[in-house]
């Protein structure tokens, strides 16, 4: 991601940020899911999926270029977190 001060945009339009939780049962034509860079216990498999499934269309995964699979852990407790 590059830093860029808003003075230089010419148009900004208003975004609005949810946590996976609460967005379930919901849609989005675009969906930005930003991920830690260290690995948090909360973080798994069934959570990665639940807010990948919320794009309807276009999903924005910024951060690191290794793969999600293997950074995530699957929900060791069967809670079906997500």
Avoid at 9 to 31: D, P, R
Avoid at 53 to 61: D, E, N, P, Q
């Amino acid at each position: 991601m590059k830093q860029v001060l808003p003075s230089r945009l010419e148009a900004v339009e208003t975004v609005f940020a949810m946590t996976v939780h609460k967005s379930q049962g919901s849609e989005f034509e675009h969906t930005a899911m930003v991920l830690p860079d260290a690995m948090n216990p909360v973080i798994t498999r069934e959570l990665v999926y639940t807010g990948i499934t919320h794009a309807r269309s276009f999903l924005t995964l910024p951060g690191p270029r290794h793969p999600v699979k293997g950074r995530v852990p699957a929900d060791p407790q069967g809670l079906g977190v997500g």
